[in-house]
């Protein structure tokens, strides 16, 4: 099949022009995705494409508009919302927790809520405390949601095709950093399926569980720990809600140790249920050395580069505590 270079960026512009192409349900709407084409420039010239009835610039009001998509996913349109930055989810967390993911069960199935809520999650750009939050484990902890955080441009528009066409509410983080990235996708349509992880890189003496941007470190982690003789094993998990229990509990086995990466705090992370998945199965009688996590420090995000540098997982972080685990 022939493949095209793309960024992470362009290939989520990508999804959402097929998926509007092929059902005029999809629609579109955020603040400034139009004229100003997004702030990260991802929505760029959808407007003209299909005009301001389909890609439609919001006020200044998440739970507003995010109320209105609601209302529109549950009259049988499939919208998609883009919140500017993942921190400003909690201006419509009403609507995020206690009514786009019940509504379908409280309804008795009678009603669904086929919506996306796309939006720029992550630090490493500067943007300070409200502007740089990795807030997925709270998302992880409300039923009805999915949660997705891919971390290469064919992630990013195979997961965002199958979350538009999904019945379900679905949250959908795309790190800032990796944006402008680059990777490989098949020209002709493909989807990835919801909820299913991916092995990155095959290994043998130790698995690294991980996802979004983290995955491309861990990966340069690994490159580096071979010469020194480990085999680390990379899970990218791509979903973290419903979560590929099956494929870590299969690595961990074959590796007998197990490190989670995040970008996120380390208190209440989501490595600490992916840890205890792990406690909870088989793989713990297999374990080696004890399982270990490694996640940004549980403080507000600096504004200052190199404090925020400082409090967030690395290359060198990420070796170290392989080393210390496999000694």
């Known amino acids: 099949m022939p493949k095209k270079e793309i960024t992470y960026a362009n290939a989520i512009k990508e999804a959402i022009s097929e998926e509007m192409i092929r059902d005029e349900e999809v629609f579109m709407m955020g603040e400034d995705i139009g004229i100003y084409r997004g702030a990260f420039g991802v929505s760029g010239d959808l407007v003209e494409t299909f005009g301001e009835d389909r890609i439609i610039d919001t006020p200044i009001s998440e739970l507003g508009f995010v109320g209105c998509a609601i ?18 989810m909690t201006v419509c967390w009403d609507m995020i ?25 992550g630090g490493g750009t500067g943007a300070a405390a409200q502007h740089s939050q990795s807030l997925e484990a709270m998302l992880c902890h ?6 997705i955080v891919p971390s290469t441009p064919r992630d990013a528009k195979g997961l965002l095709k199958s979350a538009i066409r999904d019945n379900n509410p679905v949250i959908f983080l795309e790190q800032k ?10 020209e ?7 909820g299913e992880a991916d092995i990155k890189r095959e290994g ?8 979004g941007r983290m995955v491309q470190m861990c990966l340069a982690a690994a490159e580096s720990l071979e010469k020194e003789g480990i085999d680390v094993e990379v899970i990218d998990l791509r979903t973290l809600l419903p979560m590929d229990t099956e494929a870590i509990i299969k690595s961990v086995i074959k590796t007998r140790h197990a490190l989670v990466v995040h970008e996120a705090v380390k208190t209440g992370g989501i490595a600490g249920e992916i840890i205890a998945r792990i406690a909870d199965s088989e ?6 050395a004890p399982l270990k996590r490694l996640a940004s420090e549980d403080v507000p995000v600096p504004f200052c580069p190199v404090l925020e540098k400082g409090i967030l997982p690395d290359e060198a972080k990420i070796i170290a505590t392989v080393k210390e685990m496999m000694a």
């Open 188 to 194: 002709e349509e493909f989807t990835i399926p919801i």
């Open 97 to 121: 927790v206690n009514q786009a993911p019940k509504m379908r069960y409280m309804f008795g199935g009678k009603v669904s809520v086929p919506m996306v809520l796309r939006t720029a999650s």
């Open 204 to 211: 043998k003496d130790c698995t690294i569980i991980t996802y």
């Open 71 to 88: 209302g529109a996913a549950v009259a049988g349109m499939r919208p998609i919302v883009e919140i500017m930055f993942s921190d400003f």
């Open 283 to 288: 793989a713990f009688y297999y374990l080696d």
């Open 142 to 147: 409300v039923p009805g949601l999915k949660v």
């Open 177 to 186: 950093l990796l944006y402008r990235t680059k990777g490989m996708i098949e």
